[in-house]
């Protein structure tokens, strides 16, 4: 199972698209390269979507935990909203300070994290419905 993906699916599909011996086989995962939802909320309090205690109270649980994983979180709809239409621009002024937090104890770079958010941003400009974080030991 993944650590920290995202996939975008109908919730009524999440757990058989989960609980499938090829999950990735299935259309509509991006590889989130350890970007979890304290990343993600901490960068949509950057630009300035909420706070981080609204978005993270906005990413719930799906289903029962299970000892193992997955563990899969509702992504806030207006956090999705605004990563969709991130500006370049947006981008090189949010990426220094984003870099800078504790979660990526400097293995983050300012070019690495721009290329993610750019081709997250591509991703999600193609399309629609929910979004899950999908994390797992």
């Known amino acids: 199972m993944p ?5 975008n699916c109908a919730e009524s599909d999440l757990w058989t698209i989960l609980d499938a011996e090829d999950a990735y086989q299935t259309d509509g ?3 989130a390269k350890r ?14 979507v909420a706070s981080y205690d609204e978005l993270t109270s906005g990413s719930n649980l799906i289903g029962d935990p299970r000892d193992e994983g997955p563990w899969p979180q509702t992504i806030p709809t207006a956090l999705i ?7 370049d621009a947006d981008i090189s002024a949010v ?8 979660e990526f104890r400097g293995g983050a770079t300012t070019e690495s994290l721009a290329e993610y958010l750019q081709t997250f941003r591509t991703y999600l400009a193609d399309r629609s419905g929910e979004f899950f974080m999908v994390n797992a030991l």
């Open 3 to 7: 650590l920290n993906d995202i996939l």
């Open 29 to 31: 995962w991006f590889m």
């Open 81 to 87: 909203d605004r990563l969709r239409t991130v500006t």
């Open 95 to 102: 990426v220094p300070k984003w870099a800078g937090i504790e």
């Open 35 to 48: 970007i979890g939802m304290i990343e993600l909320c901490q960068l949509g309090e950057m630009l300035g």
